[in-house]
């Protein structure tokens, strides 16, 4: 196999590519499938202040984690929903099948909520290539449990996505170099997605760099050094896509946020958080999970769909003591509550309003979850998006006077664009609680650089008393 390591120079320090096994390929190539930002949990359970961070660690002996490797913590496992936070394993014979075909075999079936997945990644790298790629000379993206590369039925494995998202982006000639580094622990697996990558054509832009089989809590720190190229600055999304909550512990999870521009993409096993929740040892593996005990408040929830999203919440919690800024988006099939949930966090704002589309796209009717179904039916919900957050948040402005950036900006932070923001300020428009003062004339009712002044009810009503 050809090699082709025009990546960053060598870190010094680092043994050579060469010496790690490494393999750069050739590439140029081509692909093709839920959200809410920062939601808050209740305050009745352990705050963040009496949290403990406890660095990640594991019970020693059999632990809880272990226990649920064996049930399953699967992303293609097929669980029951149920309600309560038993350890029930759903379909307990199809789920040890599913385990043993993922332990025995190189390369296993897709399922719906990979195809969901992979959509998200797709739209995703879209808008952040476009947005990265042509302002930076070069960047990376470390894809931490890159699988094979290709599932038994067809479909593309998730570093397939990335190198043909970015091959196929209409805008690529334009982009700088993109470093795709690949980590896999199982050497079969490696050894498939050589074959995979080497099918795809070359590309001077694209760095492609499988790594030697190693475990992603052992290679961080060596990645983290390759990935920025010995610049801190140099932007890193990181993939960080494991089989079970034991992979990534939150320790990990924050060393990958340490750059100013660091991204993370995190799979969220809110289904099996649900479901093990209160299963008896199982806390310090959550704690390591969450990077301390706020995920208790959770619990308190008792419907599925519901103690899900407030997983997804805790977690977004934690990480906001980081600085960054979040969203997630629910995977589910058709109207069960969400399998998992997919968690951005990123230092950069333009991050967010990258990330609002997505999920908008895939979920135009709440933005925050999306299966198989939705996927197929983008339109469906068109006219209905539910923006009560961002309208209940205007609202709170009353009496003041905003910028259309600082608006544009709070609303992505809701997860919302700025198209939901003009709708809502339409709305509050024609109540008479929102009036464009600046500028006098537009060719649009909010055009950007517009000042917005915001008024109460009671204001109305004096006035037309
Ligand atoms: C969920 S699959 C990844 C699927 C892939 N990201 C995709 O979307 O096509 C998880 C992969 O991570 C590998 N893996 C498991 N534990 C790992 C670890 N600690 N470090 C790196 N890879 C690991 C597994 O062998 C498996 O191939």
Not at 90 to 106: A, Y
């Amino acid at each position: 196999m050809r090699r082709r390591d025009r990546g960053c120079p060598l870190i010094p320090g680092l043994p050579g590519a060469a010496a790690r096994g490494e393999q750069s390929l050739p590439t140029t190539v081509s692909t093709s499938l839920s959200r809410s930002t920062g939601g808050t949990v209740s305050q009745s359970g352990p705050g963040l202040s009496s949290r403990r961070r406890d660095g990640g660690r594991i019970q020693g002996g059999t632990t809880a984690t272990d226990e649920v490797d064996r049930v399953g913590v699967i992303d293609n496992t097929s669980h029951s929903d149920d309600a309560g936070c038993s350890a029930s394993a759903g379909s307990g014979e199809g789920i040890m099948r599913r385990v043993e075909e993922l332990r025995e075999q190189t390369v296993w079936k897709s399922d719906p909520h990979t195809q969901v997945k992979h959509l998200v990644y797709r739209h995703y790298l879209q808008c952040w290539m476009a947005k990265i790629l042509q302002k930076f000379p070069e960047a990376t993206i470390v894809d931490g449990f890159a699988g094979p590369g290709v599932y038994t039925d067809g479909p593309p494995g998730s570093s397939i996505v990335v190198a043909k998202t970015f091959l196929e982006h209409a805008a690529h000639r334009r982009f700088g170099r993109l470093n795709l580094i690949c980590l896999e622990e199982r050497p079969d697996r490696v050894e498939e997605l050589h074959r995979q990558f080497a099918k795809l054509p070359n590309s001077p832009q694209l760095n492609v760099r499988i790594q030697p089989p190693g475990t992603f809590a052992e290679q961080q720190s060596r990645l983290s050094a390759l990935a920025h190229c010995g610049r801190a600055d140099t932007p890193v999304l990181w993939l960080i896509d494991p089989f079970n909550l034991k992979s990534a512990p939150f320790s990990l999870i924050s060393k990958c946020l340490t750059g100013p521009r660091d991204e993370v993409l995190f799979t969220l096993f809110t289904n099996e958080l649900h479901r093990f929740c209160q299963r008896e040892g199982f806390d310090i593996a959550m704690t390591a999970y969450f990077g301390g005990d706020h995920w208790q408040t959770a619990t308190i929830e008792r419907r599925a769909g519901a103690r899900k999203e407030a997983f997804s919440a805790a977690y977004q919690l934690g990480l906001k003591e980081l600085k960054v800024f979040t969203g997630s988006f629910g995977i589910k099939i058709s109207n069960q509550s969400a399998r998992y949930h997919l968690i951005l966090a990123t230092h950069s704002e333009a991050g967010l309003k990258c990330w609002a589309p997505v999920t908008w796209k895939l979920d135009s009717y709440s933005g925050q979850g999306a299966s198989a179904d939705t996927a197929d039916a983008l339109s469906l919900f068109d006219e209905a998006s539910v923006v009560d957050r961002l309208d209940v948040a205007l609202r709170t402005l009353a009496g003041t006077e905003q910028r259309w950036e600082v608006l544009s900006s709070q609303a992505a932070r809701l997860n919302h664009m700025d198209k939901h923001l003009r709708q809502v300020l339409d709305n509050l428009a024609a109540q008479g609680l929102a009036i464009r003062i600046n500028p006098v004339k537009a060719r649009s009712a909010w055009p950007e650089g517009c000042t917005i002044r915001f008024y109460a009810p009671e204001d109305v009503v004096e006035e037309s008393a």
